[in-house]
């Protein structure tokens, strides 16, 4: 090749590097960016969609277990009896010189102390106890009575049962025996003393230490039979006189 070709060539390389130097240069020009037509490779240049995110609960019912019988509590509720009923007792008081009995309402538990306060209360206030009288006052009969041995034996005051008169002193007695007996079971007598010395109770049949309720037949109303016998036992206050037509 001749020298002229040679130089020829290498002016003709030299020219194309520098026309790729140039393509491959950062570019100059006016720092500001244009929007792209067209669709962009994936969607980048689409427009922003807002995301709907759903939240999904799920209620789970559960069946009802059994009470496990080794946990229960059992709650009692107690059971309040309703109280027993009133004891009806009679006491004797005195109506135109015989026992005459009222009835009285005491707690069912009643004792001897009970039947002695309500003699020394005297008649009840009503229209029957207007007619009724008692020489049973307080402070006659001293302590509690005791029962022993089917007796009942009553301590009674020494100025107390001086201060009755003499004819009603044998009533006061005879109303505390038959109250005490008739009221009383298990028992058949009753015994007075005073200051610890017996007292002679005069009875239908005489004094004696110990007297019963039939010892006081007379002062109950008992009408006499022929053959001195005690007939049927009569109320004073409702006796009813038939008169003869």
Do not use: H, K, W
């Not at 026309?19 to 240049?45: K, W, Y």
């Not at 008081?93 to 009222?102: D, E, T």
């Not at 230490?209 to 039939?214: F, L």
């Amino acid at each position: 090749m001749r020298p002229s070709t040679r130089t020829l060539l290498a002016a003709l390389a030299t020219q194309a590097l520098a026309v790729v130097a140039v393509s491959c240069g950062v570019p100059t020009g006016d720092a500001t960016f244009q929007d792209i037509d067209g669709d962009v490779l994936g969607g980048l240049n689409d427009p922003t969609t807002p995301t709907t995110t759903t939240t999904t609960t799920t209620t789970t019912t559960l069946a009802p277990q059994a009470p496990d019988p080794a946990l229960e509590t059992t709650t009692t509720v107690p059971v309040t009896d309703p109280p027993p009923p009133a004891a009806m007792v009679t006491v004797y008081f005195i109506s135109r010189g015989l026992l005459s009995p009222a009835t009285s309402e005491v707690d069912p538990s009643y004792g001897l102390n009970e039947l002695v306060v309500l003699l020394e209360d005297g008649p009840p206030d009503d229209s029957v106890g207007e007619r009724l009288q008692s020489f049973v006052e307080p402070g006659l009969i001293v302590g509690t009575p005791t029962s022993e041995s089917g007796i009942i034996q009553v301590e009674l005051d020494g100025e107390e049962f001086n201060a009755i008169a003499l004819r009603n002193q044998r009533e006061a007695l005879a109303q505390i025996v038959v109250t005490l007996l008739q009221n009383t079971p298990a028992v058949g007598q009753v015994s007075f003393t005073i200051d610890d010395q017996i007292v002679l109770i005069p009875t239908d049949s005489g004094s004696q230490e110990a007297a019963s309720v039939d010892d006081f037949n007379r002062l109950l109303g008992a009408p006499r039979l022929p053959n001195g016998i005690p007939g049927e036992l009569v109320d004073p206050v409702n006796v009813t006189t038939s008169i003869p037509e």
